[in-house]
């Protein structure tokens, strides 16, 4: 019985080591063919930075962020219907040296509020100048500004994105190496 133990952990012990060669030696796994491209749209270049969805709508408009601090609002089709170019406002930009949106979330608190990642970005000055970050909130709808929240520059130098959890109870966002929920 002892002997019957002993050989049942040595070939136990062979096949663990030889699972990792085994794998190196099997060819990849095929590609199943599900995944079929039915349509492909050029959206605009100045979408590029981000993007969301306005949830509670059968035919959801869809939110971006782009180039610096533009922010913008389409129907489904991707039909512009509301934009701004530079939305930070002038005393947002004095009081905190912010010049750039990073990728923004909507979240359905307060009537739908479109959160956008604020941040300083100046390249030929080092990058991240002010060393703080900050959550705008602008009207889903109109895009017009209605306050940010300035974020502890302890822990967060900037913000370059937010996403709300699926049940509306958090703001996540990432400093470092660390996800950060609020």
């Keep these: 019985m002892h002997l019957a133990r002993i050989a049942v952990l040595i070939i136990s012990a062979a096949t663990v080591a030889a699972l990792p060669a085994a794998a190196l030696a099997a060819p990849g796994a095929a590609d199943p063919g599900i995944w079929q491209l039915k349509r492909a749209t050029t959206i605009s270049f100045t979408y ?17 962020t782009g180039v610096a601090e533009g922010a913008y609002r389409t129907n489904s089709k991707l039909a512009q219907a509301v934009g701004n170019d530079s939305e930070i406002p002038a005393a947002v930009k004095a009081a905190e040296s912010y010049n750039h949106i990073g990728d923004g979330s909507f979240d359905q608190a307060e009537g739908g509020r479109f959160l956008l990642p604020l941040e300083c970005y100046y ?16 009207d889903p709808k109109s895009l017009g500004w209605r306050y940010y929240v300035k974020l502890d520059p302890s822990v967060i130098a900037k913000a370059m994105w937010v996403e709300v959890s699926p ?11 660390d996800l950060l929920a609020f």
């Design 48 to 64: 590029w930075q981000g993007i969301s969805s306005v949830t509670g709508y059968a035919d959801a408009p869809l939110l971006f």
């Design 123 to 138: 390249p030929g000055a080092g990058g991240n100048t002010c060393k703080t970050g900050s959550i705008g909130v602008a």
């Design 167 to 177: 049940d509306g109870k958090y703001a996540w966002t990432s400093s470092g190496d």
